[in-house]
Each structure stands twice: as C-alpha cells, then as structure tokens.
C-alpha cells in the first residue's frame, strides 16, 4: 500500500512562513504528480498547487506569488513553502499523489494524506 505523511503544519502569525512536507512510500513504480490541498472550515476542499513530474506547477490564484510547490523525486517527496501567510490560509492541508503503483497497473491512482493542521492567527 501506498502512503502519504504530511509534516509542517503548526501556528504561525499573519506575515510569517511555513514549509510543508509530504513524503509518499509503499509501493510506487512511478508518481506522475503531488499536490496540496486544504480545506477551511465550513468550505470545500480546494486546490493550492499541483507539481507534475516534469517540474510543471500550478496554483490557485489566491496562493500565486505567495506559495511555491517543489518536489524531491528521489526521496518521493513533495514541499509547500508558505509565505505571506494571511489568516484566511487557515485550513488542515492535504497532500495528494497520482501515482502508478507497479510496472503492470492498468491506470495510476489517487492517494490521500492525513492531512496536516496549518492555523494563521496573532
């Protein structure tokens, strides 16, 4: 089985910074793409930012310029660094892989983390 464990999440000020980490693990023949997710309360859950395996990024539009996404093949690894954080940030953030799970799969499949806990508040 595959899993994904978030780590980063935490408290901090209106104007600071955080780093988040998702790292995946199990049985991954390949990830073609991690992302972020978060969900605020009483709100859906929503895209932040999505990096394919080839280095192409996508962001929401009210994280672009504040949030950048990277990721760390070798170590099957995804990052959110958090900048200019605003309390309307404040959410349990989500990793997400589509990953093929051997050589011989039909089709990739969508994982999930836990989520981790970010709070933006003074």
């Known amino acids: 089985q595959v899993q994904l464990v978030e780590s980063g999440g935490g408290l901090v000020q209106p104007g600071g910074s955080l780093r988040l980490s998702c790292a995946a693990s199990?049985?991954?023949?390949?990830?073609?793409?991690m992302g972020w997710y978060r969900q605020a309360p009483g709100k859906e859950r929503e895209l932040v930012a999505t990096i394919t395996g080839g280095g192409s990024s996508n962001y929401a539009e009210s994280v672009k310029g504040r949030f950048t996404i990277s990721r760390d093949n070798a170590k099957n690894t995804v990052y959110l660094q958090m900048n200019s954080l605003k309390p309307e940030d404040t959410a349990v953030y989500y990793c997400?892989?589509?990953?093929?799970?051997?050589?011989?799969?039909?089709?990739?499949?969508?994982?999930w983390g836990k989520g981790t806990l970010v709070t933006v508040s003074s």
């Open positions: 199990g049985s991954i023949f390949r990830i073609n793409a």
């Open positions: 997400n892989a589509v990953i093929r799970p051997a050589l011989w799969a039909s089709s990739d499949m969508n994982y």
